[in-house]
């Protein structure tokens, strides 16, 4: 071959990579790029893994007769967030928990801009991962049930899907079960990922926080099934009322909105007693800083509770991205 031909084959590459391209795809290329975007794609992906894995072993306990256990409920739910901080914990923080943006909002590390964009996320992909598990295990949940969808009883199928109390517990002894439990889970969460405590080795926060929530189905899940998360919880009693479960889904011991704002509480209060606790004792070190402008605008940050920042939508879940690493 001449060097003639090799140029007019390459230049024939050329372009048809560049008509490969159409504008449409362009366009959509550029849309995914945009910041915003890629976080909800991110909370909406992450939330999808922690889901699926999770609900999956809810039904593996409740169909599976000797194939499932509440134990391997608590390691499908906790190893099921250890991989949803690796699917996304670099680009959205990966919250998969509403309560969680609540918080990360409330105490100022995120614009609250972003609030609704995060849930919109993390409620579509907790509803389509109730839909994955469904389908997946269609034919084992008309076997058990007889093909009839109830709520109640020996062969209720709706607790694969979404919390629901039992008979022990009454409606607010499982509203304040969810706010300590949900407490528990902020506190130690701000924990793990604090600079100036002693948090998890880098590397391992995403590992670590699984095991957290392993602990806390263990050791406080049986008195409200601990949700501890909105996201976990409503869009998927969405889709059984929409899959034949029907109204009873949300009529049933009148559960169905504290999972909805008891775990925001719970999260807000966890984080304000770690900040005032631990997080105004950690240690500043002094910064001489040369100009009175500077001094200023110095005095005036440091003002502020010490783990926040405004500038980046850092999570209590591990965010590695450089740009979060610089702040603390």
């Known amino acids: 071959m001449t060097e003639r031909d090799r140029k007019r084959r390459s ?3 050329t372009r048809a990579s560049k008509m490969i391209t159409p504008p449409a795809i362009s366009k959509m ?23 699926v894995f999770g609900l999956g072993s809810v039904a593996h306990m409740v169909l599976g007769d000797k194939m499932g256990s509440y134990l391997g409920v608590n390691l499908g739910f906790g190893f099921g967030v250890t991989m949803g901080v690796h699917v996304a914990g670099n680009i959205s923080g990966a919250h998969m928990n509403a ?20 849930v919109l996320g993390q409620f579509l992909g907790s509803f389509l991962a109730a839909a994955t598990v469904y389908c997946l295990f269609y034919g084992a949940i008309m076997e058990f049930s007889e093909g009839k969808l109830t709520v109640t009883g020996p062969t209720a199928t ?8 039992p008979q022990h ?3 607010w002894r499982g509203f304040l079960d969810e706010v300590i439990v949900t407490g528990m889970l902020q506190l130690c969460l701000l924990a793990i990922t604090d600079k100036e405590n ?17 602990i ?29 479960w029907g109204t009873q889904v949300f009529s049933a011991g009148d559960w169905w909105w ?12 966890g984080a304000i007693i770690y900040l005032v606790f631990i997080g105004s004792s950690t240690r500043q070190e002094p910064q001489i800083l040369e100009n009175p402008l500077t001094y200023e605008d110095h005095r005036i940050s440091v003002s502020r509770p010490p783990v926040t920042s405004t500038h980046n939508p850092v999570s209590v879940y591990p965010d590695t991205r450089s740009s979060v690493v610089s702040h603390p």
């Open 29 to 51: 290329q550029t849309i995914m790029r945009k910041e915003m975007v890629r976080e909800f794609l991110a909370e909406f992906m992450s939330t999808f893994v922690m889901m």
């Open 198 to 214: 002693n948090p998890a080795l880098q590397g391992t926060q995403a590992v670590v926080i699984g095991i957290l929530v392993v």
């Open 169 to 171: 517990m009454t409606l």
């Open 99 to 118: 309560a969680v943006t609540f918080t990360n909002c409330a105490i100022g590390r995120m614009s609250w801009k972003k609030f609704p964009v995060y």
């Open 258 to 269: 504290v999972p909805v704002v008891a775990p925001p509480l719970g999260a807000y209060l």
């Open 158 to 165: 709706a607790n694969i899907f979404a919390t629901y109390l």
């Open 216 to 244: 806390i189905g263990a050791s406080m899940g049986m008195n409200s099934g601990y949700a501890i998360n909105p996201s976990r919880d409503l869009p998927p009693r969405f889709f059984t009322f929409i899959a034949g």
């Open 11 to 13: 230049t024939r590459s």
